[in-house]
C-alpha cells in the first residue's frame, strides 16, 4: 500500500524496533499487516534493494531479510500498510503482480526446495 511497492506483491515486511530482535520484528510485522500469527525460524532469504529515480538519485534502500516460519493462527486480512492479502498457491505466482525482489526470492527459494526433494 506504500511507495516503493505500491501495486505489486510482496512478502510482508517492515522495520526493526530498537532492542527488538530480528525474528521478533518479523512476527510483529507480519501480525501488522496481515492478522496473522506466526513463529519465525531460520533465514530463509536476504537482499538489498536500492531504487533509484530518472536522475538516479537514491530513493530507497533497504537491507530485507526473510525468514522461513511457522503459521500459529489468524485469519489473514489487510491492516497496516498492506492493500490486500492472498494465500496464493505456487501456480499462480507467474498470475500476481510481483515486486522484482520478491519474484527472484521466491524463485530462488523454491528451486533450492524443489532441488532438495
Request: glycine share 8%; aromatic share 10%.
Amino acid at each position: 500500500g506504500r511507495e516503493p511497492g505500491r501495486g505489486l506483491w510482496a512478502i510482508p515486511g517492515g522495520r526493526v524496533a530498537a532492542g527488538e530482535t530480528l525474528r521478533a520484528a518479523a512476527e510483529r510485522e507480519i501480525l501488522e499487516e496481515t492478522g496473522i500469527r506466526i513463529e519465525a525460524g531460520e533465514l530463509a532469504w536476504h537482499f538489498e534493494y536500492l531504487q533509484r529515480d530518472e536522475h538516479q538519485a537514491l530513493q530507497y534502500h533497504y537491507v530485507v531479510l526473510d525468514f522461513f516460519a511457522r503459521y500459529l493462527g489468524g485469519e489473514a486480512k489487510a491492516a497496516d500498510d498492506a492493500d490486500a492479502v492472498a494465500w496464493v498457491e505456487l501456480s499462480r505466482l507467474d498470475e500476481m503482480a510481483l515486486h522484482p525482489a520478491t519474484a527472484e526470492a521466491l524463485q530462488a527459494l523454491f528451486a533450492e526446495r524443489i532441488s532438495r526433494s
